[in-house]
């Protein structure tokens, strides 16, 4: 609906100028230049009402909304005490949070990665190894998803905290899994 509003808000707004003035029509310019941006606006409208409602609902995102919160996350230079962030420690990744969890594609940490199928084996240094399953998309709470062949992963899944200092996204280790380490 919203696709369908803004394609006919931008074909009366340029199409019905664009008549107007081969034509010599002064209402049809005018309603065109009225009538495009107002369509505009309610697809606009409608894009919000629809994510109110998801928000007020607690409805997981839609691939939409996904997809446009990774493509507008901040990028930061990755550092870590304990990794290696691959392919190097310069590297930008997307600081990207999906409803309270921090997510960054998994290719940061390729030297730690073991992929079978459609799970991930995550063994970092001085861990257990961590295995996750690849859900292919994501709902709320998803360890682990991919999206326009990308892979990503919630830092806190596989036993790492984000912080952002200074520009720079640093990873730590989480306390519960130190915790389980040692006992």
């Excluded at 682990?144 to 990308?150: P, V």
């Excluded at 806190?156 to 389980?180: N, P, T, Y």
Aim: hydrophobic residues 45%; negative net charge.
């Amino acid at each position: 609906m919203r696709t369908l509003l803004e394609v006919f808000g931008y074909l009366i707004m340029v199409g019905g100028t664009s008549v107007g003035l081969t034509s010599g029509s002064v209402t049809l310019i005018a309603f065109s230049i009225f009538g495009g941006p107002v369509l505009l606006g309610l697809s606009h409208l409608i894009g919000i009402a629809e994510n109110v409602q998801a928000r007020m609902l607690d409805l997981p995102p839609t691939l939409a909304t996904v997809r446009s919160v990774i493509k507008g996350a901040p990028e930061y230079v990755v550092e870590s005490p304990d990794l290696d962030i691959y392919p190097s420690a310069d590297t930008k990744y997307e600081w990207i949070d999906l409803n309270g969890d921090v997510y960054m594609r998994s290719r940061a940490f390729r030297k730690y990665i073991e992929n079978v199928e459609n799970r991930f084996a995550f063994t970092l240094p001085g861990r257990e190894t961590v295995v996750l399953h690849n859900a292919g998309t994501y709902s709320n709470g998803e360890a682990l998803f991919s999206l326009d062949g990308y892979s990503y992963v919630m830092l806190s899944a596989i036993g790492l905290a984000a912080v952002r200092e200074h520009g720079r996204i640093v990873l730590q280790k989480l306390q519960a899994f130190e915790d389980a380490d040692e006992s």
